[in-house]
């Protein structure tokens, strides 16, 4: 069971496994957060015509999301006029997965890192874990090394599905390609004033997901060296013991015999 040490070892974000835990917790921040904080709109205007071919100007807004599941359309009618029967309805776009398995993975992964980065400085032994070799296979060591694995394969899987999501998504939210299905623009009614959506932080967040790859893979020659597979602390005096040391320190040398 852990013990809260007395003196918090802030020395540790001086060292490499430290430093990186705290690179790892905020772009794990910026990936999901531009994410979920993205806001998409595009739309167009619509020229209906009515029967007394008076010309009427309807505006069409479309506003998506996170979680990219819908789009929200909204339609001005102005002075009671239609060229659409509602004034709002949702289309489907079904990018609910990849977008929702990004968030969760850079979620997991700032909570993971904040966890980590806490035991080090206020829970690690320091003078029990620099003598020791087996620090037993349970150890945060051990365990951090296990988990970063881990987040290397999640990050990858993530940021490959949500970049192909993403790709869905803006073929989906083409205005261009939107109009041209509307039946707000079929003849007599004629669309102009496109304006398209950004995807700047969407463009960023796939980015973001994959150097978080990169640096949890980075990660993981530093978190190796803590394990008991790589050089072990003491590994003679550890196998020999005691007992070991004392029979080596009675033996005469082979001179004075």
Same mark, same amino acid.
């Given at each position: 069971? &852990? ?16 430093f %990186? ?31 007394t ?19 929200? $359309?909204?339609?001005?009618? /102005?002075?009671?006029?239609?060229? $659409? ?6 289309? /489907? ?11 969760f ?43 970063? $694995?881990?987040?290397? %394969? ?33 003849? &007599? ?7 398209g ?8 967040s ?35 013991? /005691?007992?070991?040391?004392? $029979?080596?320190?009675?033996?005469? &040398?082979?001179?004075? %015999?």
């Amino acid at each position: 069971m &852990p013990t809260l040490n007395s003196k918090p070892n802030f020395n540790i974000f001086k060292e490499p496994r430290g430093f %990186i835990k705290v690179i790892e917790l905020f772009i794990a921040i910026f990936a999901f957060a531009t994410t979920v904080g993205y806001r998409g709109n595009y739309g167009y205007n619509a020229l209906c015509t009515d029967k007394t071919n008076k010309t009427v100007t309807q505006h069409v807004s479309v506003d998506f999301s996170y979680t990219f599941d819908e789009a929200r $359309v909204y339609v001005d009618q /102005p002075n009671g006029f239609k060229c $659409v029967n509602v004034s709002q309805y949702t289309q /489907p776009l079904n990018y609910k997965s990849e977008s929702e398995y990004f968030v969760f993975v850079g979620t997991t992964c700032f909570l993971y890192a904040i966890g980590a980065a806490l035991y080090y400085t206020f829970f690690e032994d320091q003078v029990k874990d620099s003598t020791s070799t087996d620090i037993g296979i349970c150890s945060l060591p051990v365990v951090d090394f296990a988990v970063s $694995v881990l987040y290397v %394969i999640f990050w990858f899987t993530a940021s490959i599905a949500w970049a192909a999501g993403l790709s869905g998504l803006k073929n989906a939210t083409q205005v261009g390609v939107n109009v041209a299905l509307s039946t707000n623009c079929r003849t &007599p009614n004629v669309c102009n004033n496109l304006t398209g959506a950004t995807f700047a932080a969407l463009n960023v967040s796939v980015l973001l997901g994959f150097l978080n790859c990169v640096v949890w893979a980075f990660n993981l020659w530093f978190l190796f060296k803590e394990t008991p597979w790589h050089s072990p602390r003491r590994a003679a005096n550890s196998m020999a013991g /005691p007992d070991a040391e004392a $029979v080596t320190q009675e033996t005469p &040398p082979a001179s004075a %015999i």
